[in-house]
C-alpha cells in the first residue's frame, strides 16, 4: 500500500448511486478505488486481479448474493471484505459472519462512517493474517521437531532446543530452522515419502 494512500479499495455493487457515494466518501477519506464490479460472476476474479486492500462488497446483486464472492475472497485471504447492505436482520450478519467479513456498511450511506469501518476491517484482517502465519509457523516447527526427534531419537525438549540454539547461532527466525531441517529431511530422502 502506497504510503499516501489510506486503501486501496474494490467495489463490488450494482447500484450506480450507491457505488458513487461510496467512491465519494473513500476519496475524501484518503482512499483510493481501484476498481468495481457489479455481479458475483465477475467479483472474484477481477478482486484477485485488483489486490485491493479491501473489498466493500453489497448483499443483493443481480446474479446471487454478495456474501458467496464475500466467503470465497475471505476463504482466500487475499483481502478484508467489508459487506454492504440495506439489511440488519439476525440471518444476513449471520451469513456474513459465516463469510469471514471483517465488517458491515449500512445503505443508505453515511460517509462519515466509511473510515473507521474501513480502518477496523483491514486491522482485524491483518490480525487475522498475522495469527494464521503464526499458527502456520507453528505446524512447521513442530514438524521439524519430531523430524529431528526421529531422526536422532531426541527427546520433544532435545529437538526444541537444538533447533533454537541453531537459529541463534545464525541469527535466524526458528521458522527458517524449521524449514531447513524439513529441506534437508527431503532432500536426504528419509522422511515419509522416502
Not at 462488497?57 to 456474501?67: K, S, W
Not at 475472497?73 to 467479513?101: K, M, N, P
Not at 529437538?159 to 524449514?179: E, G, Q
Request: with cysteine.
Amino acid at each position: 500500500m502506497s504510503s499516501s494512500l489510506r486503501w486501496r479499495v474494490a467495489i463490488v455493487d450494482d447500484h450506480e448511486r450507491s457505488r458513487a457515494a461510496l467512491r465519494a466518501a473513500i476519496w475524501s477519506a484518503g482512499g483510493e478505488v481501484i476498481g468495481e464490479a457489479t455481479r458475483c460472476a465477475d467479483a472474484v476474479v477481477k478482486i484477485k486481479g485488483w489486490s485491493p486492500d479491501i473489498a466493500v462488497v453489497a448483499v443483493g446483486l443481480p446474479d446471487g448474493d454478495g456474501t458467496e464472492p464475500a466467503a470465497e475472497l475471505a476463504a482466500a485471504a487475499h483481502c478484508a471484505i467489508v459487506l454492504f447492505t440495506s439489511h440488519t436482520e439476525a440471518r444476513v450478519v449471520r451469513r456474513a459472519a459465516d463469510a469471514g467479513v471483517m465488517a458491515y456498511l449500512l445503505k443508505p450511506l453515511r460517509p462519515e462512517e466509511v473510515a473507521p469501518t474501513l480502518d477496523i476491517a483491514l486491522a482485524r484482517f491483518r490480525e487475522v493474517q498475522a495469527l494464521r502465519r503464526a499458527l502456520e509457523e507453528r505446524k512447521l516447527i513442530e514438524r521439524a521437531k519430531g523430524t529431528l526427534m526421529d531422526r536422532y531419537r531426541l527427546t520433544e525438549d532435545e529437538a526444541f532446543r537444538r533447533m533454537r540454539r541453531a537459529a541463534m547461532d545464525s541469527r535466524r527466525p526458528m521458522v527458517d530452522v524449521a524449514r531447513a531441517v524439513l529441506v534437508s529431511e527431503s532432500v536426504a530422502g528419509t522422511g515419509p515419502d522416502g
